[in-house]
Every structure is written in structure tokens, then in C-alpha cells.
């Protein structure tokens, strides 16, 4: 027995998801889903997009922006038919600290910028009248698929004088300041719509887009007449595909970790859910367990070094539980290069047992919520359902997908295999293409 195994066993207690919480988690997710398409207070903000999924026939060259992360990236998207997609080009433009926390100005002025040496680059001619589709991967309040007010900025964002603005107003200002006066901005849509949207652009029964990437989110695809809170006048067609911004889902069971680290960002009290589950926080959640652990000296007793706000990152979660060599090698390399040298077996084992603690409940967690929105839409399920996913948590973490799949096994037995989880590599850029190309074919 380690000295760390009393301490690891609480955790785990602390951190455990079992079958009854996990139902209880879907149930408050249902109940705040029904509020927020009612419009009444809900954590689950349940946003209209404007959009319905692809058919897979539309056709069209674009350019897709793509905002939300630690890049932003330019795409030259073109949409064949018959479920093909060519993409021409890819440009990734760093986003310098003073734009993301500057001013909007400075923001939407780097992204203009950015589009401009993208043509430039490609030799795209910035005279030919294109079609523009852009990836805001934050809430916002639409009121149709080419305008929307940003509500609050999150994932560590917070450019002045944005929230409350309409970012199209604010994207063609600046597009027009660097000397873009052509360009029609034919949809904005939320990142997890642009994977639903890239998704069933090839597979017609996707229902479904989520994020796990810095942020997390998810949309599915809604019957209009439930999505109370919409004007009959503005309702049109039989689906749209709601945002439902899950990252803010508050009816959570939080531990002190969470809340130390929840006290400790731009956005205390908001997207508990997110805290929980995404590539931004999850390495922080690890790194205050184990500094905790280190206080208590029942981890790297032998080393004075600490470990500070931000150095253990979620990357390193995936390479600590990927690690299967017999002496944890690969765990003894990482903690080397954090300051933290000649750790014990005992302590490489702790490490990778916090890993597991931590990424097991974010899936576990993110299955609760999947399974809410299935049933939602097919209480048993009886047909099938496609869950097109993407984000660098999902990519990369070796055992994340897995435990989601198993998860949602323990609450659907065979019904499970309805459920089917699909990586829609890059939908968040090549996605808005589509939903520009589907908001063109009907207009
Ligand atoms: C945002 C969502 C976004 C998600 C994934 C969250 O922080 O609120 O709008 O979809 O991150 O990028």
C-alpha cells in the first residue's frame, strides 16, 4: 500500500459518477432543457440557430472563418455534393493575448487582418464577390443565420465591448476597414452547429454536434413547435437545430477543487459544466489535487518543487493515462520537464490515478448529458442517432471516447448501440460552409 492510497480512494469517492447520479444528471439536464426552450430561467440557455441540417446535395465555394479557441483559422471550403467537401486551403493565425482580452476593436481588427494575408496568400482575388460563412464559438442570441449578439464572452475571452454587440455588424466593419467592402457574410453559426452541420452534410441522420475541445458544448436538432419561446412569425420549416451552450449546466455536485478553481478564473460562477469537463480546466483540476497532495507530503516527498497555477495541462492528463511502459517512463519524462525529478514508482502512479479520477468523471459526466438529449428526442431510443463530434480533448485523450461509450452503455444497455459517437474532423470549419450554402438554397 502507497502513502497515497487512503487519500486517492477519497477522491475517487468525491469524483464518482455511479448509474443513480448519472440519472439524476439527466433528469435536472431534461427539466432545464424544458425551461429554457419555455424561456423561463434555466441554466441550459437552449439557443435557436436558425439552421436545419444538410442535405448533403448543396453545392458552392466559401470561405469559413473559424473563432473560438487559441487560433483562428480561415478555410477555403468547397462543397461538391453528394456529400463531398474539398478543402482548398487552411490558414492558422495565432490570436495575440492584447486582441483576446484587448479591446473588440483590437479583436475583430486581427481577424480582418487575418482574412487579408489569407487571400492574399491564396491568391484569392479580394474583389470576386464571395460567400462567407463564420464560426463564433460562443453563445449567441440569434434572431436569424446572418446576425447575433454575443451574450457572454467564455473560455477565457473577454475583448471589451463585444457582449451585447451583433458580431456580423462588427465582423463587416472591420472586414470593410482593411478594404473588404465585398463580402457577404452568409451565416454565423456556433462551433458545435458547424460540426452537426459538417456531419450530416454526409450522413443524413446526424441529430447531434458536440465540442470537446478548450470549451464544451452541444446542439441537437429540435422540432420547431417545442422551442416555445420562438414567435410563431419567425418560426419557419419543421426542425432547427438548437444550441443548447451545456457548458453553463449548473445542477451539478461541484467538490472543493472545483470551486477553487471555478474562484480562480475571468468567469466565477458560470459554466460549471464546462470547468468539469473541458480541455481548459481538466489539467487545472488535476494540478490542485495534486498540490494538495504535495502539501499533505504524501507526493514527491522528496522534492521541494511545486507545481503552479497552469503548468500541468490537460495534454498532460492524456500523455499520463496513455502511459502503459512498466516503469511509467513517459510519466517520469513529463513531471522531469515540470521541475519535478526523481519521482518514485508510487508517486508516477498517483499521478496517473488523479488522471484517471479527473477525466473519468468529465466523461461520464458528458455522457449523462448526451443520453438527456437522446431521450429527449427518442425516449427508448428506437432509431438511430448519429453524434458528430470534434475537439482536441476528444482527439486526443486515449480513453475519453471509450468511457463515454461505456457510460452510456450503463444507462441504455443494448439500446446503447443507437447511439453512435462519430469524429467529425474539422466540422467546426468546414461546417458554417454548409450551413451557408443551406441558408443560400433557401432564400
Ligand atoms: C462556448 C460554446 C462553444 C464551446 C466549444 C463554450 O465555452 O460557450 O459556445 O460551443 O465553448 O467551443
Given at each position: ?220 436538432r429540435e422540432k420547431v ?139 461520464r459526466l458528458a455522457a ?43 444507462l441504455h444497455g443494448d ?29
Amino acid at each position: 500500500m502507497s502513502a497515497a492510497d487512503p487519500f486517492l480512494e477519497e477522491l475517487e469517492q468525491s469524483f464518482a459518477l455511479p448509474d443513480g447520479a448519472l440519472k439524476a444528471v439527466r433528469r435536472a439536464f431534461q427539466e432545464e432543457m424544458q425551461r429554457g426552450l419555455s424561456g423561463e430561467p434555466s441554466s441550459l440557455k437552449m439557443l435557436p440557430t436558425f439552421i436545419d441540417r444538410a442535405s448533403g446535395r448543396e453545392r458552392g465555394r466559401f470561405i469559413a472563418l473559424d473563432l473560438g479557441g487559441t487560433n483562428f483559422r480561415v478555410l477555403r471550403v468547397e462543397l461538391l455534393g453528394g456529400g463531398t467537401v474539398r478543402v482548398a486551403g487552411i490558414g492558422k493565425y495565432v490570436i495575440p493575448e492584447a486582441a483576446m482580452r484587448g479591446t473588440g476593436d483590437e479583436l475583430f481588427g486581427f481577424i480582418a487582418r487575418s482574412i487579408a494575408q489569407f487571400l492574399n496568400d491564396n491568391r484569392i482575388d479580394a474583389e470576386a464577390k464571395f460567400r462567407l460563412g463564420f464560426t463564433f464559438s460562443f453563445p449567441i442570441d440569434q434572431s436569424g443565420i446572418t446576425s447575433g449578439k454575443l451574450i457572454k464572452w467564455t473560455k477565457g475571452f473577454s475583448a471589451s465591448g463585444v457582449e451585447g454587440a451583433d458580431v456580423v455588424v462588427l465582423l463587416s466593419k472591420a472586414l470593410r476597414q482593411v478594404g473588404l467592402n465585398d463580402i457577404d457574410i452568409a451565416a454565423l453559426a456556433n462551433d458545435t452547429v458547424g460540426t452537426l452541420m459538417a456531419q450530416s452534410y454526409e450522413e443524413p441522420d446526424c441529430d447531434v454536434g458536440i465540442i470537446f475541445g478548450t470549451g464544451t458544448n452541444a446542439c441537437y436538432r429540435e422540432k420547431v413547435p417545442n422551442i416555445k419561446k420562438m414567435k410563431p412569425a419567425v418560426q419557419s420549416g419543421e426542425h432547427m437545430i438548437i444550441n443548447i451552450e451545456w457548458g453553463d449546466f449548473s445542477q451539478l455536485r461541484v467538490t472543493d477543487y472545483d470551486r477553487q478553481l471555478d474562484r480562480a478564473t475571468n468567469n466565477p460562477g458560470r459554466q460549471w459544466m464546462e470547468k468539469m469537463i473541458s480541455g481548459m480546466y481538466l489539467g487545472e483540476i488535476a494540478r490542485l489535487i495534486l498540490e494538495r497532495m504535495i502539501e499533505e507530503g504524501i507526493l514527491f516527498a522528496h522534492s521541494s518543487a511545486r507545481l503552479k497555477a497552469g503548468d500541468f495541462e490537460t495534454r498532460h492528463i492524456s500523455l499520463a493515462e496513455s502511459d502503459r511502459s512498466d516503469d511509467l517512463a513517459n510519466i517520469e519524462e513529463c513531471l522531469e520537464a515540470l521541475g519535478l525529478s526523481d519521482s518514485s514508482y508510487d508517486d508516477r502512479a498517483a499521478v496517473a490515478a488523479v488522471c484517471r479520477v479527473v477525466s473519468t468523471r468529465a466523461a461520464r459526466l458528458a455522457a449523462a448529458a448526451i443520453s438527456a438529449i437522446v431521450t429527449w428526442m427518442d425516449p427508448e431510443p428506437s432509431r438511430k442517432h448519429t453524434i458528430a463530434i470534434d475537439g482536441s480533448l476528444y482527439e486526443k485523450h486515449p480513453h475519453f471516447r471509450q468511457r463515454i461509450v461505456d457510460t452510456l452503455e450503463d444507462l441504455h444497455g443494448d439500446a446503447s448501440r443507437q447511439i453512435e459517437l462519430t469524429h467529425a474532423k474539422d466540422g467546426s470549419g468546414i461546417g458554417v460552409a454548409v450551413a451557408a450554402a443551406v441558408a443560400a438554397a433557401r432564400a
